[in-house]
């Protein structure tokens, strides 16, 4: 959708290897444990098994078809953010921002909720963990979001600040012409799941839209069909897939007789017929609203001083960040053995052998639940656009929910 998100999920730049690193302690019980240590940060080892092992996890598996160049690379990138995360864990130590065991455990148990205890035995053997390395893991990302927390704290922004960032980019403030959608889907594709209503061919799934079609023309709640039948992540919300202009439209694959449809002969409240997509997909389509014109916003209008500030703090988040790994660094005894050896060996860089992933004395965790984020329902996408400080990255025009993508 045609909407700058108001509010940018800062994370640290290592939280990617946070929710995939391993303990970063021990060496490699292998042959030649001495030169299977990657680096050291002030005496703790990072060794290549744990490298390569998230390296496979990224690749999932296919680091072996990689070139020499490539391996390299990859590893001294890899390194480089295992190295940060742990000044970031030793930082937060001094600074006394470890997580008490209590809220290791409830960190671990939101996640553990949202499985079957099925499910979460399947999670800790693919990633080999144990409850021990589960706690240390979730102990790591816990310390360093409260050294953040306790960084960003700080942070206030002056009601001018606001004010000034808004006269200099009022162009960028707009109600947009567009339309809101709701849909309702059936989908050939099966889903796996119980639901007698799930269509698992493409008879099913015409013969199911057909029937939902029937109960809205006989005068049934749009929503209520949505929620109780369709086939999309949407239906969870009545079928609303949220506000898009004629662009966005274009852009995620609607067909300009459609979208002429919804900007000029379609009344809000109609449906349109069930409509077949490439995908196999079957839709119908509701609009909910329309706005032809584009207007501009004032700075009192709803959510637009709070969108202005949080795309403030929000640059300040990313600079204080880049400024604590750089005081981390500043006092932290690093060697990074694994680029020596590459400057040692440059023809070899380094000797590229695989580390294999089965022999550090502390697995790697694919995933550990107090760093890995919730899942989130799809965003309603909000009837304004309006914009954030031109420092912070603007999203991507989003496609609604469910929008089909025809060729």
């Known amino acids: 959708m045609q909407r700058v998100v108001s509010q940018i999920a ?40 744990e490298v390569d092992r998230i390296i496979s996890q990224q690749t999932s598996g296919q680091q072996a078809k990689m070139s020499t160049i490539q391996l390299a690379a990859a590893r001294l990138q890899v390194l480089d953010k295992l190295i940060e995360r742990q000044m970031l864990v030793q930082r937060a130590e001094k600074e006394k921002t470890v997580p008490t065991d209590d809220e290791i455990t409830t960190a671990i148990n939101n996640q553990k909720n949202k499985m079957t205890a099925e499910e979460w035995e399947k999670f800790l053997k693919d990633n080999n963990l144990t409850d021990q390395i589960l706690r240390e893991e979730a102990r790591k990302d816990l310390a360093i979001n409260k050294l953040q927390e306790k960084l960003y704290g700080k942070i206030t922004i002056r009601d001018q600040e606001i004010v000034d960032f808004f ?99 379609m009344k809000v409240g109609d ?46 988040q990313t600079i204080l960040n880049e400024a604590l790994i750089r005081n981390a660094m500043s006092d932290s005894q690093v060697t990074n053995k694994l680029a020596e050896s590459m400057l040692n060996d440059p023809n070899m860089l380094g000797g590229l052998q695989q580390a294999s992933p089965g022999t550090a004395s502390t697995p790697a965790a694919a995933t550990t639940p107090a760093a890995t984020a919730s899942p989130t ?20 025009p989003t496609r609604p929910a469910a929008a089909p993508s025809p060729k």
Not at 280 to 290: A, D, P, S, V
Not at 295 to 303: H, I, N, R, S, T
């Open 10 to 49: 800062f994370v640290l730049v290592v939280a990617s290897l946070a929710i995939t690193s391993a303990a970063c302690s021990g060496k490699k019980d292998g042959p030649g444990s001495g030169s299977d240590v990657a680096a050291t940060v002030n005496g703790k080892d990072i060794t290549l098994g």
């Open 167 to 265: 006269n200099a980019n009022k162009e960028q403030y707009v109600n947009p012409r567009g339309v809101s959608l709701a849909d309702i889907v059936a989908d050939p594709r099966d889903s796996g799941t119980s639901n007698p209503d799930d269509a698992k061919s493409d008879t099913d799934a015409k013969v199911k839209i057909d029937r939902l079609y029937a109960q809205l023309r006989s005068g049934a709640d749009f929503a209520t069909v949505a929620q109780a039948s369709s086939e999309d992540q949407s239906a969870v919300r009545g079928g609303d897939i949220g506000f898009a202009n004629e662009q966005d439209l274009q852009q995620t694959g609607f067909q300009p007789d459609l979208i002429n449809r919804f900007f000029n002969t």
């Open 271 to 316: 449906i349109t017929e069930p409509m077949r997509f490439p995908d196999g997909r079957w839709i119908i389509f509701k609009l909910t609203n329309r706005r032809l014109e584009t207007k501009p916003l004032a700075l009192e209008d709803p959510g637009v001083r709070d969108q202005i500030k949080q795309g403030l703090i929000s640059q300040r």
């Open 377 to 396: 329902a799809t965003p309603t996408p909000q009837p304004t656009a309006t914009a954030q400080p031109a420092a912070t990255p603007k999203a991507a």
